[in-house]
């Protein structure tokens, strides 16, 4: 046990997972352990990509570390599911853990990186539980948790930037897949499949030239549909391009967070527009994705 700001933290166990220290759990048993200790209703080991799940058993092992009302149990976006990483994270540092945690494999749902975390996670729980009682579903005060292969494959960066983890990230642009004029496109459709043409003849619903306007409406809109979904591509690339620069000038402030010049860039980096409030969550966050390095590098070739 260690005091932090007057308080006395309790420091964990730290384990090592490799094929030669455990005796790796299956499948099916390692979700009958998941199931039954916070009496959930995962069919898949991938569902354990929001992190929920995890979040609640570091609660269980540690409950002043972590506090539930940040977690994001009944959600299939993939930025929130970084915000349960991000929760445990920091709250595993509370307690003396530094473990490289591949976030962003993590949330994309593969089945052999959230299997391998597991089995660490397993062993790291085992080490560290005294077995007192919990109430699971006391502890989530309610929150509905969802389940299934919607869980496991969280929607494209269309939806929601995939690369979101700080209060950065959600206040940049979110580009919306256009619905509205694809259903506007359907609705003449239903009007072209009225006529029946039993003898050659357009039945009287629709004369020819209102099916010609039809067509010619349909044919324009599927244009504008085309335009559209080049322009929210070409949008999503530039967001995530300056993206990454934010995200590498805020994980370089934080390491010199007392200079007050620093104080003040990152004041201004984390200012929040009028009537927008981010989710709660701590200041840290996860080291930055790779595939961002990447594109940083590229782009500095290209000049």
């Not at 499949?193 to 020819?208: E, I, Y």
């Not at 809109?221 to 070409?234: D, M, N």
């Not at 934010?246 to 929040?272: F, G, H, N």
């Given at each position: 046990?260690?005091?932090?700001?007057?308080?006395?933290?309790?420091?964990?166990?730290?384990?090592?997972?490799?094929?030669?220290?455990?005796?790796?759990?299956?499948?099916?048993?390692?979700?009958?352990?998941?199931?039954?200790?916070?009496?959930?209703?995962?069919?898949?080991?991938?569902?354990?990509?929001?992190?929920?799940?995890?979040?609640?058993?570091?609660?269980?092992?540690?409950?002043?570390?972590?506090?539930?009302?940040?977690?994001?149990?009944?959600?299939?976006?993939?930025?929130?599911?970084?915000?349960?990483?991000?929760?445990?994270?920091?709250?595993?540092?509370?307690?003396?853990?530094?473990?490289?945690?591949?976030?962003?494999?993590?949330?994309?749902?593969?089945?052999?990186?959230?299997?391998?975390?597991?089995?660490?996670?397993?062993?790291?729980?085992?080490?560290?539980?005294?077995?007192?009682?919990?109430?699971?579903?006391?502890?989530?005060?309610?929150?509905?948790?969802?389940t299934g292969d919607s869980l496991a494959k969280p929607p494209t960066s269309a939806a929601a930037p995939a690369k979101a983890s700080s209060g950065i990230a959600r206040q940049v642009a979110k580009?919306?897949?256009?619905?509205?004029?694809?259903?506007?496109?359907?609705?003449?459709?239903?009007?072209?499949?009225?006529?029946?043409?039993?003898?050659?003849?357009?039945?009287?619903?629709?004369?020819?030239?209102?099916?010609?306007?039809?067509?010619?409406?349909?044919?324009?809109?599927?244009?504008?549909?085309?335009?559209?979904?080049?322009?929210?591509?070409?949008?999503?690339?530039?967001?995530?391009?300056?993206?990454?620069?934010?995200?590498?000038?805020?994980?370089?402030?934080?390491?010199?967070?007392?200079?007050?010049?620093?104080?003040?860039?990152?004041?201004?980096?984390?200012?929040?527009?009028?009537?927008?409030?981010?989710?709660?969550?701590?200041?840290?966050?996860?080291?930055?994705?790779?595939?961002?390095?990447?594109?940083?590098?590229?782009?500095?070739?290209?000049?």
């Open positions: 046990r260690i005091f932090r700001n007057s308080e006395v933290v309790e420091m964990a166990v730290n384990v090592f997972h490799t094929s030669s220290t455990t005796d790796s759990l299956s499948r099916q048993d390692m979700l009958q352990w998941i199931n039954q200790s916070l009496q959930l209703n995962y069919t898949k080991i991938e569902e354990m990509c929001s992190g929920a799940a995890y979040c609640q058993f570091l609660h269980l092992l540690f409950p002043d570390t972590i506090s539930l009302k940040k977690v994001k149990f009944a959600t299939r976006l993939e930025h929130e599911y970084i915000n349960n990483w991000k929760v445990l994270q920091v709250a595993l540092k509370k307690v003396g853990i530094e473990k490289p945690i591949a976030v962003e494999k993590l949330v994309k749902g593969r089945f052999q990186d959230n299997f391998e975390f597991v089995q660490w996670f397993k062993k790291f729980f085992d080490a560290n539980y005294d077995g007192h009682e919990y109430d699971p579903v006391g502890a989530r005060e309610g929150q509905s948790v969802v580009p919306k897949p256009v619905t509205a004029p694809a259903r506007v496109v359907k609705a003449p459709a239903a009007k072209v499949a009225a006529p029946v043409k039993s003898s050659g003849v357009v039945a009287p619903s629709a004369s020819s030239g209102e099916l010609k306007n039809l067509q010619e409406e349909n044919q324009r809109l599927q244009g504008q549909i085309a335009e559209l979904e080049v322009t929210v591509q070409s949008l999503e690339t530039e967001r995530d391009f300056y993206f990454g620069k934010l995200r590498d000038i805020e994980v370089v402030c934080q390491q010199s967070e007392d200079d007050p010049l620093i104080k003040q860039i990152l004041e201004i980096m984390y200012a929040t527009a009028d009537g927008f409030s981010p989710p709660e969550g701590d200041p840290e966050v996860p080291p930055p994705d790779e595939g961002y390095e990447q594109q940083e590098e590229v782009e500095q070739d290209e000049y």
